[in-house]
């Protein structure tokens, strides 16, 4: 069930799996960024979503100021979403990908969940389902 699109993103629900998917598909405005990232925690705690995938293979490097609220404000509440696992795919460009290196996987504080990073769709998406 799609839940939100844009011309920049996508979110739909697979209800069968529990798979809440989030897909960037380029540069977006900073309000638009931070308003699609809180309708994403939002919906993501609505559903009380196990699973999440977040393909940002599109996504552009992210300015500085949206960069500091991404760590400070998003990081912090998508750590509390009550995921098992979660799914990533990095960005192509690999400006934007060292900056979501450093919001989430060189924090000092860890994702209370399950994380693994990958380069398709498809093996996020057979990771999640899979028996853990």
Known sequence: MVYFQTDYLLVEYHVASHVLLSQWYGKCSSLQYRQALIKLIRLAREL????????????TPLDPDDLAWTRDVYAQAFSQL???R?????????????QLQQVFFKSSSPLPFETREFDDLTSAYDWLTSEE
């Open 48 to 59: 009380g979503a196990p699973y999440a995938i977040t393909d940002s293979r599109l996504l």
């Open 82 to 84: 009550p995921l098992k």
């Open 86 to 98: 979660s799914a990533s795919l990095n960005p192509f460009d690999p400006a934007a990908h060292r």
